[in-house]
């Protein structure tokens, strides 16, 4: 009672006093924040969630907090879990780990909290939990790319979190099945998880927040991490909103082993070392178990290091949990980005399918698909995390103010949703479900690729087209715009009031570029416009296509250059997919546009290999001439772009199969050839039609 009565005469004085870092009093003992870089934000670094999970407490469930004396000065984070040391010169490396590796320690339980009402308990702002990803052996809550200032001045107070990683987060074995009050082993990071879960409805009121409306969010096997959670009949009536990032949707990514399988593999994983007790697990140093897991791997066996349906924290897999309708009635969030790993797009619509049959609202899906920029990696898995956080400023890539105009916006829809389960608001375009009535994901994208106003790429996605007329590919069309005049880069469309919607985006003269004029690729279209462009190469189906055009016709010539005034466009034929497929460069810019040939020109359609090779090298080598990173391909919405490494891997496969080494695959066309892309939304396979990540 003394205690209780302590806090409250803290508060009451923070108070009176218009202190705005009260200090506060907390489980285990007083803290106090620091401040930020943003007027009326605290930032509280390290607070423990758990005991440290050390000697005997190692591979066991989070136990309740130590206490401590005086008042904590949370300005210092805490260590992170212990994992490997980042690769130097790796691709992650540079892009969130350049300032070097963190303090690591099995003392790693520590929490994060960005909140602008720190001591005020009736703010009841939304409360969002982050978890970080890294494959359940890497990560941690302070990385560079995470922070909570753009969130905390939205009004929702952010948590980051640390849990154990690896081998002590995820070790199963008989004897700690066996040691178990619940006879499990194998899930401790998960459980860490849901142990800050339960610490944040404890206390988040004393930062102002409302312990009643938490929403959990994550990226990878964070956001598996987020399936585990809310899958688990432990966690119900704790989680109010969730959202999965890269981590897959139905039958996606987190599948997770059965405990005996895990059990197996921890228990092989020791006794090979001579470890047959639980004294000598534990007596193990850090130093110890990682020789350990040198020489397992030497000899290629390991030890699982992921979640296990144990029967007591999870009692099944997400997409078993979700087809058997036992997932928690709460709005969900859920999406990829363009160049993610696996067949992402598939799992997610089918997950949000799965909820509407349910009779449910479908989850607001989403695809990622802005190219970053600064080299070739495209939108890759992890690309939005600098958007989600507003910490673009701390990457070392050459973000534009499109790029802070982008990461603006998702920050609004992201906080949105924690705040009421919704994205919408803040006059943002509106964001529907998924549904099967609504099939369409929100695209995160720039509005424009250049700074320069007179030089303007603007993706006409099919957001656009929503009730304009039947889309037949989910195609997206490119309008280059310059000083005086456009061209519109067609994939195929038969909406036949296509003029008026290119119109609604610009006054200037448009012509409509027929990229390659099959009978199904423009249709009606060509009537909404006076003046088309078309690649000799396809002159076949001309007359069937257009005969009742009464406009003007114009073929393009290899090489030549289409002036729209301040902007200069060079035609280059690339017979990849069709006689007539092209592709358009910009010649200042570094960017190029087709409707198909590069795009689903990756499926090589029975051709002759000497002929692509021949076109793969040529537009190599004028993608080199005018330094061009990307190009962007039309008709499936969020294919990978192109870039100069993919054109000279078709070169290398094409050769490969020439000579014999790689076997032709019939594509879902029934023709002969060797697929590089699979899926419409990137599913890459090898050489040996082996899926790779």
């Not at 995160?444 to 099919?462: A, G, T």
Request: aromatic share 10%; glycine share 10%.
């Amino acid at each position: 009672m003394l205690k209780i009565l302590q806090a409250f005469f803290v508060l009451f004085l923070a108070s009176c006093s218009g202190n705005s870092n009260p200090v506060l009093t907390i489980e285990g003992g007083k803290v106090q924040g620091v401040e930020t870089s943003t007027d009326g934000v605290i930032v509280y670094k390290g607070i423990p969630y758990a005991a440290p999970p050390v000697g005997d407490l190692r591979w066991r469930e989070p136990q309740p907090v130590f206490p401590w004396e005086g008042v904590k000065i949370a300005g210092t984070f805490g260590p992170a879990a212990v994992q490997n040391d980042q690769t130097p010169g790796s691709f992650y490396h540079k892009e969130f780990f350049a300032a070097g590796d963190p303090n690591r320690s099995e003392d790693c339980l520590f929490l994060n909290i960005w909140t602008p009402a720190a001591g005020n308990p009736n703010k009841k702002l939304p409360v969002a939990m982050w978890i970080h990803g890294g494959a359940y052996t890497q990560g941690f809550g302070h990385e560079i790319e995470f922070d909570g200032e753009r969130w905390a001045e939205r009004g929702v107070i952010l948590v980051t979190i640390n849990y154990r990683l690896g081998i002590y987060g995820f070790l199963a074995h008989p004897l700690l099945s066996a040691e178990s009050p619940n006879r499990v082993s194998g899930n401790y990071g998960i459980f860490d998880q849901l142990a800050a879960i339960r610490w944040i409805k404890r206390n988040i009121s004393q930062f102002g927040g409302d312990p009643y409306n938490l929403t959990i969010f994550g990226q990878s096997a964070g956001a598996g991490s987020v399936q585990a959670l809310v899958a688990s009949p432990l966690s119900a009536g704790l989680i109010q909103k969730a959202i999965i990032q890269s981590g897959g949707g139905l039958r996606g990514l987190g599948l997770g082993s059965t405990l005996e399988n895990a059990e197996a593999s921890g228990q092989t994983f020791f006794d090979a070392a001579g470890l047959t007790t639980l004294e000598q697990m534990r007596a193990a140093s850090i130093e110890d178990i990682r020789k350990i897991q040198r020489e397992a791997m030497a000899e290629r066996r390991g030890v699982r290091t992921s979640p296990v349906i144990d029967g007591y924290l999870s009692t099944a897999s997400f997409s078993d949990i979700v087809i058997a309708d036992q997932l928690p009635k709460i709005p969900y969030m859920i999406g990829y980005t363009a160049d993610d790993m696996g067949n992402m797009g598939e799992s997610i619509r089918d997950f949000s399918l799965k909820l509407e049959e349910l009779v449910r609202s479908g989850a607001y899906c989403y695809l990622f698909a802005r190219p970053m920029p600064g080299d070739n990696a495209g939108a890759f898995h992890s690309a939005e995390l600098w958007y989600i956080f507003g910490t673009l400023d701390r990457a070392w890539r050459p973000f534009n103010e499109a790029d802070h105009r982008l990461s603006a916006k998702m920050i609004d829809y992201w906080t949105n949703f924690a705040k009421q389960g919704n994205p919408n608001g803040n006059n943002l375009p509106e964001w529907k479900p998924y549904t099967a009535a609504h099939s369409e994901l929100m695209i995160f994208n720039i509005e424009d690729v250049f700074k320069n106003d007179e030089v303007v790429f603007r993706p006409i996605d099919n957001q656009t087209w929503i009730g304009t007329g039947n889309l037949m590919f989910n195609e997206s069309l490119y309008l280059l715009e310059g000083n005086d005049r456009a061209i519109l880069i067609d994939a195929g469309t038969r909406i036949a009031n296509l003029d008026k919607i290119v119109t609604s985006i610009t006054s200037k003269p448009v012509t409509l570029v027929a990229t390659h004029v099959h009978p199904d690729h423009t249709g009606s279209a060509v009537n909404c416009f006076p003046v088309i462009y078309i690649a000799p190469g396809d002159t076949v189906n001309i007359p069937m296509m257009m005969a009742d055009y009464r406009g003007e016709v114009r073929f393009l010539k290899d090489g030549e250059i289409i002036d729209l005034g301040g902007r200069q466009i060079e035609v280059v034929f690339t017979p990849a997919h069709t006689p007539g497929s092209v592709t358009f460069v910009d010649t200042k810019a570094g960017y190029g546009f087709s409707g198909d040939s590069f795009g689903s020109g990756n499926l090589l359609l029975g051709m002759d290999f000497s002929t692509l090779i021949a076109t793969c090298e040529k537009m190599e080598a004028t993608m080199k001439k005018y330094n061009v990173s990307q190009l962007y391909p039309g008709h499936f919405m969020g294919r990978n772009t192109e870039t100069p490494q993919r054109i000279r891997d078709m070169i290398t496969l094409s050769r490969d199969v020439m000579l014999g080494k790689v076997k032709g695959e019939p594509n879902p066309n029934g023709m002969m050839g060797l697929n590089l892309v699979v899926s419409d939304y990137g599913v890459r396979i090898n050489y040996n039609g082996q899926k790779m990540k």
